[in-house]
């Protein structure tokens, strides 16, 4: 695997009076690939779900498996979290301004990349919120897998959308509130350390992202409007309260398939069976072949 560090200026997509950049993180597997996967973290994280470095806590790094099977991986920070620009005031921004710096970061690492692939985009939690906008809006990917988000009305553990958007600001950029999602976050497998070095890293997200994944209904529409295949993807625990029935908000996609991730709550990429989360999504892959 040969990772690499990448700052892609959106500036011209993202029209609002200062320069605007997206971070993000290339893996390359040592051999010939023909499959890109683009992936996009959720609330409260960066691109370093996907390939965390806990010093005591190996085996944890989905981009180390996916380069593995001989895939690429493009990893993205939405802009407005992780070291991609944060827009000053955070009211500049919005879901659709947040996807149109996305797709244009895509695009141009497509465009750099050369040759032809496959590209498969992948979001977990607000981030495949953001991914199944990217796709309704600018049909930037080949197949779209949806991690850990309910077009129904979510389950949040111990809290719920009504408590956590009264208690939600207007505007800015907020921390996540880790602690009360615990239950939904990890099973009880989950090692305590591993849990509390994953919290020490949580960072920011524009409250107009947390605005919009508390609105009941917010993506019906867009998901509804994706042609392309889909996979479903949610942990025993998660913010779904019937994963199977997710598959009827994608009326238009050529081929939803679901899957409910035994021994997982809904950060799957900690969880015990995380690599045969990961299984299914690359048999997934594997399955469509270059359609």
Sequence with gaps: MRPRSLRID???TVSIGERVEIAASLFLPDAVWSELVVA???GGYSRKYWHPEFRDYPGYSYAEY??????????IDVLGMGE??????????SRATIAAACDAAVRQVVNDLGGTFTLTGIGHSMGAMVAITIQATHK???RLAVLGWANA???????????????LPAHGYLPSP????????FLADVPIGLIE???????????????????PGIVHAAAASIVCPVLILHGVVDTSPDPRAEASYFTSSTNVDVVVLADSAHCHNFASSRILGWQAIDRWIGSLGTQ
Aim: hydrophobic share 40%; net charge negative; charged share 20%.
């Design 140 to 142: 930037t990917f080949d």
């Design 197 to 215: 070095a994953d919290e020490a890293q949580r960072g920011l997200s524009p409250a107009c992202l947390g605005r919009d994944a508390l609105t």
């Design 84 to 93: 991609s620009t944060a827009p000053d005031p955070e009211s500049k921004i």
């Design 40 to 42: 996009i973290h959720g």
């Design 66 to 75: 996916v380069t593995g099977t001989g895939k690429a991986l493009l990893t």
């Design 10 to 12: 959106v500036s011209d």
């Design 153 to 167: 009305p979510m389950f949040l553990g111990g809290t719920t959308s009504a408590e956590m958007m009264a208690a």
């Design 178 to 185: 880790r602690a009360p999602l615990r239950p939904l976050c």
